[in-house]
């Protein structure tokens, strides 16, 4: 939980994912980063150094994690801190899935936001 399943993920692929493809390589780099973001932001938005956070966790032993809300480094499972596997995986599926797909595709289409005026003021009597 608290995004600790994914770092553990993350430091089991890391070295195996490799790729001649520079362009595959890319994407490989862009799932393996976005594993941390999780955790980053969790600890980011709980006003901690979301860096330190991160690198500690990386070397953290199975189950320990970084429970924000008390700011210790505790037994997940102790601390009733999991999350649902099924929702875990799909996430990450589906990120490889999108990823996949721009690499395959070589294009993205993007919608670029549009600077609307203000809506005017009706004059005051």
């Known amino acids: 939980g608290g995004g600790a399943t ?3 993920i993350y430091n089991e692929v890391k070295q195996s994912l490799k790729s001649d493809n520079i362009d595959i ?11 941390l973001a999780p955790i980053y932001q969790i600890a980011e938005n709980s006003g901690y150094d979301a860096l ?6 990386k070397k953290a032993k199975k189950n320990i994690g970084f429970d924000a809300k008390k700011g210790e480094w505790v037994d997940m499972f102790k601390r009733g801190i999991v999350d649902p596997t099924k929702v875990t ?10 990823s996949s797909l721009f690499i395959t595709t070589e294009v993205g289409v993007a919608e670029v936001k549009e600077e609307k005026p203000a ?3 009706p004059d005051m009597y």
């Open 119 to 121: 809506m005017p003021q």
């Open 25 to 35: 390589q890319k994407g490989i780099n862009v799932v393996l980063e976005s594993l």
């Open 6 to 8: 994914f770092v553990e």
């Open 89 to 98: 995986r799909s996430a990450l599926l589906n990120a490889v899935s999108i």
């Open 52 to 57: 330190e956070v991160v690198e500690i966790q």
